[in-house]
């Protein structure tokens, strides 16, 4: 047998052992478990968070420009109420 051979055939047993081994098991378990918590916590991805907050920053600043219409629009029609 050449060398890479023998390091393939121990490589394989070794996976062999790892996927038979109860910490895999246990790690399937915790994992299942953690996405069975987070999906009743109502989280949101990175990308919904983006999207939501740019959409609150497009909203601040349209409300921006309707208070300055507003002040605009009132500060022109002071002049007439007193007339």
Known sequence: MSTPR???EIGAKLSEI???SPARDIEKNVRALLGSAFA???LATREEFDVQRELLAQANRRLAELEARVAAL???AEPG???
């Open 74 to 76: 009132e500060a022109a």
């Open 18 to 20: 790892a996927a038979a």
């Open 81 to 83: 109420k007193r007339a």
């Open 40 to 42: 009743k916590l109502d």
């Open 6 to 8: 023998i390091l393939d």
